[in-house]
């Protein structure tokens, strides 16, 4: 069976993937871990995205693992984008859930992250972090969604991942990373030479309620992919906590044909 790499994102841990996993396993390997400073993972003394897709590429060679899928997810996609360009020829496909690669998805909630990347003084990097509270990370499960849809989120999700959040050096991670998502943003012209280059198989699944990453980013991800599959569903950011038993079909057919 082919590999098949889950990233997950802020602010989260490899159980988003929960409910998918026992239906891809049927077709696939399936890895999915904790990026680091996430869930039960470790914290690295240096916070980069490289550092993360360093880590994770590190554990595929140990685990002997070849060509692979690669799912892409907010955070996660700077990692699985720096394993894919160190490897292309190691990509069997992407699955894209919610992941930018194109300043069209920047949505109003990233104004004050950009503004810090360009002048990161005291007052920008306040601006910019100021969603890294309890507050927040609900946000991230709930922001933008209908309220019958949002409703079928247990509070326990966001309430582990807080909990997570206090623990020592996890801040620190985060604040870390959101400087960081500058450098991803600058290789976005790098990004779609790859894909131009590379055009690898892709299967689409966007949450069309999502309030950090606007709804054009589809049209720029389909322009970049011409031949990619692309479903937008009735869900928010966090689209797996609410719609698992709608995407696990769409990516086992996908791997199925790829």
Avoid: C
Wanted: no cysteine.
């Amino acid at each position: 069976m082919p590999p098949v790499l889950l990233l997950h994102g802020f602010p989260g841990s490899a159980d988003y993937f929960r409910d998918v996993v026992p239906l891809l396993s049927q077709v696939a390997y399936v890895i999915a871990p904790d990026l680091p400073g996430f869930g039960e993972s470790d914290v690295l003394p240096q916070v980069t995205f490289d550092a993360f897709g360093e880590a994770i590429a590190e554990l595929l060679d140990r685990l002997a693992v070849g060509p692979r899928y690669v799912y892409l997810h907010d955070f996660g996609a700077p990692v699985g984008f720096h394993i894919a360009m160190r490897a292309p020829d190691q990509v069997l496909g992407h699955i894209i859930q919610n992941a930018n690669a194109h300043r069209t998805g920047f949505g109003p909630p990233w104004d004050p992250v950009i503004a810090y990347w360009s002048h990161p003084d005291p007052d920008n990097e306040a601006a910019s972090t100021a969603h890294l509270t309890f507050e927040g990370v609900r946000n991230g499960y709930l922001g933008g969604m209908p309220p019958d849809v949002a409703a079928r989120i247990p509070p326990k999700v966001w309430e582990e991942d807080w909990r997570v959040m206090q623990l020592p050096g996890r801040m620190e991670t985060q604040r870390a990373l959101i400087k960081d998502y500058g450098n991803y943003a600058a290789r976005f012209d790098e990004i779609a030479d790859h894909l131009a280059r590379w055009q690898p198989p892709s299967l689409m699944i966007w949450a069309r309620h999502d309030p950090f990453f606007d709804l054009a980013e589809v049209l720029s991800w389909m322009q970049a992919l011409p031949r990619m599959e692309a479903h937008v569903l009735d869900a928010g950011h966090k689209l797996l906590e609410t719609h698992a038993a709608t995407a696990a079909p769409l990516m086992v057919d996908f791997i199925r044909r790829t």
